[in-house]
């Protein structure tokens, strides 16, 4: 083809063919998500025959960098369906990474905003006691139970004013059970709804009468067993010897049964409803209030929590577990604990991944050592594998750290286990090294007025006779949150690295997870509660007919140091947490080390579980310097010289 040809048939190819290429261009964009198209035109001309072939294409450049997000922060998945359109509110389907299937396999504190979507996967794993649970039978039993407590049945003649049935609601899922909420209502009343308004001076009793029922989430006849029986009934005479020998603001036991043969099929413990706001509802402050406001509420919930919990403290025992009350209600010694059982759960899902979320508990103690109670669950499980023998042995090792005020002073090997024992528990003070408690204070068992006064301590399901670090002076849950990342999704806002600064109280992290207080906010609140429970330990020591001379603290009567039980707490209640569920336990033990190291002493958490997982030893003059930052840790709250929040 001569040069003259050529050229005419590419101008005349090139205006043919532009709007066309145009065209197809357009198409491509409005039928894919790519934003990088590509379309090519080959055109040529053989002896006056003309052929065209196009080829289109497109790039989504934006999908391998969502994939290396994912690989980074695994979250969630969002995939799409191909094919025909699904219906709609179907378009997207969730899948959770691994961590976050983690997270759904057992209880944990996540904050979580609880929407449609976690109503709905509770439902699903508590369909076996929800298919048990007969509301109408709740509401009868409960008219039944009320019209016996007003006697409104005398001599086998029906009363004037019966009762109608109370409205049952539900279901409200916890953790471990679910719970409907019981309300009476006057047969006079003119408008049935004004039981949710807060009663008035001369209303009758039936009309502000508000109860709650806890059933156990395994209250099945299938899989109910004694010793989850025996734990409610503890639970509930627990609670009626808090109310009647303390002024501990605990609910009111209205009726309770441990077996599920009885008129409701399932077991149960029937309480008075506690009027208020849960704890996390106003703990980061109400819409409009200022810094001041938030502060006074937070230091009211604080002594009104210090105050209640010192009075567990008259309950002491030499033993560790769970109480025990004989045929008559009366508190007799310690038995065997139940712990919820993590690492069963785990394997159960690995197993089926569509199981139910029924929790499995396993019973452990009475223990004589304190040592004993920390690590029992460890003790259920050997380990078959070098890193997670790194792992066990670096957290026995911090766990023989924990100075409890009734042992003696302790020497260490090169493991950091301990050789032999002291003889501060014939010499010490504190006789008994163990204390009643609460199984786990968080911010969802307080329920509190709009001021912060404590109207009730709930959740006392569990309630054990823990080390005084673990007990009745230890910390609140959500103040030591900071040292299990596994839990605590705090993130500096965007707003702390530009120059102007928010409140202390402001910078918190908000999110799916709900709200987080910042690290150093955590700290203070510590110190704070510290601060309040030595003050109110000397006030009632002065009471009873002077002090100490340590003003109130524990002190070990061979050891060197003050043993403050509920500074110690911080350490103690992060390493049960780790021992208690394998979920969290590498990132705790990564965050207690941390907080640890200085610049000059680091302890590198992969290194020393590398060294202790293949038999190794810890280097003794690096075992002393991590037992001394430790004890820092404890007593200032940090370490000098660290560089980790």
């Not at 577990?321 to 690995?350: S, T």
Request: proline share 5%.
């Amino acid at each position: 083809m001569s040069g003259s040809l050529t050229e005419t048939f590419v101008e005349r190819s090139r205006s043919e063919r532009k709007a066309e290429l145009a065209r197809l261009t357009q198409d491509n964009n409005e039928n894919q998500n790519n934003n990088l198209g590509l379309v090519l035109g080959f055109s040529s001309q053989f002896n006056g025959s003309q052929a065209h072939l196009d080829y289109i294409g497109g790039l989504d450049t934006r999908k391998p960098w969502t994939s290396l997000a994912k690989l980074v922060q695994p979250t969630r998945w969002k995939v799409r369906f191909e094919g025909a359109e699904p219906a709609k509110g179907d378009q997207t389907k969730t899948l959770p990474s691994l961590r976050d299937a983690l997270l759904d396999v057992a209880p944990l504190d996540l904050r979580q905003k609880e929407g449609e979507g976690e109503r709905e996967r509770k439902r699903k794993g508590f369909k076996g006691i929800l298919d048990q649970i007969d509301t109408q039978a709740i509401a009868s039993f409960a008219r039944d139970i009320l019209r016996n407590r007003r006697k409104l049945v005398v001599k086998g003649r029906r009363a004037a004013a019966p009762l109608r049935l109370p409205r049952v609601r539900g279901p409200m899922f916890g953790s471990a059970h679910v719970f409907y909420s019981i309300e009476f209502f006057d047969r006079h009343e003119k408008n049935r709804d004004s039981w949710e308004s807060k009663p008035s001076v001369g209303t009758t009793e039936a009309r502000r009468t508000k109860w709650i029922i806890k059933v156990p989430v395994n209250g099945t006849p299938d899989t109910w067993d004694q010793l989850s029986a025996e734990t409610l009934r503890t639970e509930a005479l627990v609670l009626y010897m808090l109310a009647t020998e303390t002024s501990m603001p605990v609910p009111e036991i209205i009726d309770a049964d441990s077996s599920p043969h009885n008129q409701i099929h399932v077991p149960y413990l029937i309480m008075e409803f506690v009027d208020g706001q849960a704890l996390d509802e106003v703990w980061f402050g109400l819409d409009g209030e200022d810094e001041e406001s938030v502060r006074e509420r937070r230091t009211r919930v604080l002594r009104g929590l210090a105050r209640a919990m010192l009075q567990l403290g008259k309950y002491e025992f030499e033993r560790g577990g769970a109480p025990v009350f004989d045929g008559g209600g009366a508190l007799v010694g310690v038995g065997p604990l139940r712990e919820l059982d993590v690492q069963a759960m785990i394997d159960r899902w690995l197993g089926n991944e569509d199981c139910e979320r029924a929790p499995v508990y396993a019973a452990i103690g009475p223990f004589a050592e304190p040592a004993e109670l920390y690590t029992a669950l460890l003790d259920l499980y050997p380990c078959d594998a070098e890193a997670n023998t790194g792992v066990d042995r670096l957290l026995r090792m911090l766990v023989q750290f924990i100075r409890e005020p009734s042992a003696g002073p302790k020497s260490y090997n090169s493991e950091g286990l301990e050789k032999g024992k002291g003889k501060g528990k014939e010499m010490g003070k504190q006789k008994m090294g163990f204390v009643l408690t609460h199984p786990g204070l968080n911010m969802r068992d307080v329920i509190v007025s709009e001021r912060g006064d404590v109207r009730g301590i709930l959740g006392w399901d569990g309630v054990r006779v823990a080390p005084r670090s673990l007990g009745n002076e230890a910390l609140p849950h959500w103040l030591v949150r900071d040292f299990n990342p596994f839990v605590w999704r705090w993130r500096p806002a965007p707003e702390f690295w530009s120059t102007t600064r928010r409140s202390n109280y402001e910078e918190e992290s908000e999110g799916v997870f709900g709200r987080e207080d910042a690290p150093w906010v955590l700290r203070g609140l510590r110190d704070e509660y510290a601060d309040i429970v030595q003050e109110m330990k000397r006030e009632q020591q002065g009471r009873d007919g002077g002090l100490n001379r340590d003003g109130g603290v524990h002190v070990d009567a061979d050891a060197d140091a003050k043993v403050n039980v509920t500074k110690q707490s911080l350490l103690a209640l992060s390493l049960d947490a780790a021992v208690k569920d394998p979920r969290c336990r590498t990132a705790v033990l990564r965050r207690i080390l941390a907080k640890c190291s200085r610049m000059s002493e680091e302890f590198d958490f992969d290194r020393i579980v590398e060294v202790l997982g293949r038999g190794g030893y810890l280097d003794g003059y690096k075992l002393k310097c991590l037992e001394r930052n430790f004890r820092e840790l404890v007593e200032r709250g940090y370490v000098r010289g660290a560089v980790v929040w």
